[in-house]
């Protein structure tokens, strides 16, 4: 029975190594042909050849890059670049703070403190930066807030866009990938979690409106310390509606 299961687990190990291998071939094939999201790839009969091995490799390894968003696969068409999304990033952090419900707080802290630093350090490069233009649209979703707030409605995803319209001018694609993925993680743990919004829309709404008011005057230090009171509240919210697991993902 023991050498039985030392060789199962030989060959497990063995396989995982040659998923591995072929995962990083794939992956170095699609930099060295420059293929974007979206171009075909090599078929499966193609790529046994090329990497010479099994069909079965060949499917186990691209389904862990499916995962990662590496490759999309489209029964029926073949297989394509994928976006290389967050999405996976995103998945593996909600998990991995469902998964922590005795620390489950100093995960969400964690994550808040991350964003935090991000966005802080971010608007004061952005500070002087704004265009009047792009004041104008952040000006229009905080009335949109304000609205929202008059009628006591919640607005996720106005905030969202705010903050996701605030770094635009920095001209990097990462940026707002990251707070959006932040962002998605923390709605996604008071969903499930059943959390009510603690804090009211009028105030959220009013605190938006301090970080405008603030980069409409120039004022660096005055949009550094709007953002921090925003967060605060995030902070001050998290830590009031704190509760018991109510499981699902």
Same mark, same amino acid.
């Given at each position: 029975?023991?050498?039985?299961s ?11 190594r040659?998923?591995?291998r ?7 094939l ?5 293929l974007?999201? *979206?171009?075909p ?6 790529l046994m ?10 499917r186990?390894a691209?389904?862990a ?5 590496i ?11 994928g976006? &290389? ?10 998990f991995?703070?469902?998964t922590r419900p005795?620390?489950?707080?100093? &995960?969400?802290?964690?994550i808040?403190q991350?964003?935090?630093?991000l966005?802080e *350090? ?5 500070a ?11 000006e @229009? ?5 304000? @609205?929202?707030g ?7 995803? =106005?905030?969202?866009e705010?903050?996701?319209?605030l ?5 990097? @694609? =990462?940026v707002?990938?990251l ?15 059943d959390w ?15 970080i405008?008011? &603030? ?6 230090? *005055? &949009?550094e310390? @709007? ?6 509240g995030i902070e ?9 697991p109510?499981?699902?993902?």
């Amino acid at each position: 029975m023991r050498r039985m299961s030392d060789a199962t687990g030989n060959r497990r190990r063995t396989e995982r190594r040659v998923s591995s291998r072929i995962q990083r071939e794939v992956m170095q094939l699609i930099l060295d042909r420059k293929l974007r999201p *979206g171009a075909p790839l090599p078929t499966e009969s193609e790529l046994m050849e090329d990497l010479g091995v099994s069909r079965n490799s060949v499917r186990e390894a691209l389904k862990a890059l499916q995962a990662l968003d590496i490759v999309e696969i489209r029964h029926g068409y073949g297989t394509y670049v994928g976006q &290389a999304s967050l999405t996976p990033f995103v998945d593996g952090l909600t998990f991995r703070t469902l998964t922590r419900p005795d620390e489950e707080m100093d &995960a969400l802290n964690e994550i808040l403190q991350v964003r935090e630093v991000l966005e802080e *350090g971010l608007i004061r490069r952005v500070a002087m930066t704004l265009s009047e233009p792009e004041l104008d649209r952040l000006e @229009a979703v905080v009335s949109r807030m304000e @609205a929202a707030g008059r009628e006591d409605r919640p607005f996720a995803e =106005l905030d969202r866009e705010f903050h996701e319209l605030l770094y635009g001018s920095l001209g990097n @694609a =990462l940026v707002p990938q990251l707070l959006s993925a932040f962002w998605t993680v923390f709605r996604r743990v008071a969903r499930v979690r059943d959390w009510p919004d603690g804090t009211t829309p009028q105030l959220t709404a009013r605190r938006h409106r301090d970080i405008v008011t &603030a980069l409409r005057a120039r004022d660096v230090e *005055g &949009a550094e310390r @709007a953002m921090a009171d925003h967060f605060r509240g995030i902070e001050d919210r998290t830590a009031r509606e704190y509760g018991e697991p109510s499981g699902g993902f």
